[in-house]
T-cell receptor, first 115, second 110 residues
Framework: EAQVTQNPRYLITVTGKKLTVTCSQN?????MSWYRQDPGLGLRQIYY???????DKGDVPEGYKVSRKEKRNFPLILESPSPNQTSLYFC??????????????FGPGTRLTVL | SQQGEEDPQALSIQEGENATMNCSYK?????LQWYRQNSGRGLVHLIL?????REKHSGRLRVTLDTSKKSSSLLITASRAADTASYFC??????????FGKGNQVVVIP
């Protein structure tokens, strides 16, 4: 089944404790991205990747890191989480960045709480 | 950057009625997409309309695009309780980045 998976789905952590949220897609998509969703603010892009070893900042990259060592995986790293990073996070992938192939396939979401 | 802006923000209708949502954007686009999100879950792609298209249909969905007014509308005909969700528009501009609006909550009352 074609899908985007994220782990963990739920996470409660404390300020400053490094964490990684994994994202994996099995559709051989080139483009992957991370979003955070907050009430009243909609979806905001954190980072995106056009292909392996190619990543770039989105609209709200502060406090986050990503890597794209393999085509299928795009982990999101919070080196020192803070309470303002409490949010619902989504990973998404698409065949390409633009044009007709950029319909996004979303993962199920990771609800992160930073105390 | 946020580009799409849906209007109205919340809509409550009876089952069987039609639901219409609007989306406006500020800069030129390559395409515009609509997504649905059931509470707290991942977004699901509904339909994509290219900048040179004016109208597109998919099942009970009808999307229009007016590039001169920089706006789009999503019509759901004969709504069902299962259509209760949030609906987002998203635009792709020249930089090939996708920008989402804040979402439009639709409640269909059985």
């Amino acid at each position: 089944e074609a899908q985007v998976t994220q782990n963990p789905r739920y996470l409660i952590t404390v300020t400053g404790k490094k964490l990684t949220v994994t994202c994996s897609q099995n559709m051989n998509h080139e483009y992957m991205s991370w979003y955070r969703q907050d009430p009243g603010l909609g979806l905001r892009q954190i980072y995106y990747s056009m292909n392996v070893e190619v990543t770039d900042k989105g609209d709200v990259p502060e406090g986050y890191k990503v890597s794209r060592k393999e085509k299928r995986n795009f982990p999101l790293i919070l080196e020192s989480p803070s309470p303002n990073q409490t949010s619902l996070y989504f990973c998404a992938s698409s065949l390409s960045a633009g044009g007709l192939g950029n319909e996004q396939f979303f993962g199920p979401g990771t609800r992160l709480t930073v105390l | 950057s946020q580009q799409g802006e849906e209007d109205p923000q919340a809509l409550s209708i009876q089952e069987g009625e039609n639901a219409t949502m609007n989306c406006s954007y500020k800069t030129s686009i390559n395409n515009l997409q609509w997504y649905r999100q059931n509470s707290g879950r991942g977004l699901v792609h509904l339909i994509l309309i290219r900048s040179n298209e004016r109208e597109k249909h998919s099942g009970r969905l009808r999307v229009t695009l007016d590039t001169s007014k920089k706006s789009s509308s999503l019509l759901i005909t004969a709504s069902r309780a299962a259509d209760t969700a949030s609906y987002f528009c998203a635009t792709t501009g020249g930089n090939n980045r996708l920008a989402f609006g804040k979402g439009n909550q639709v409640v269909v009352i059985p």
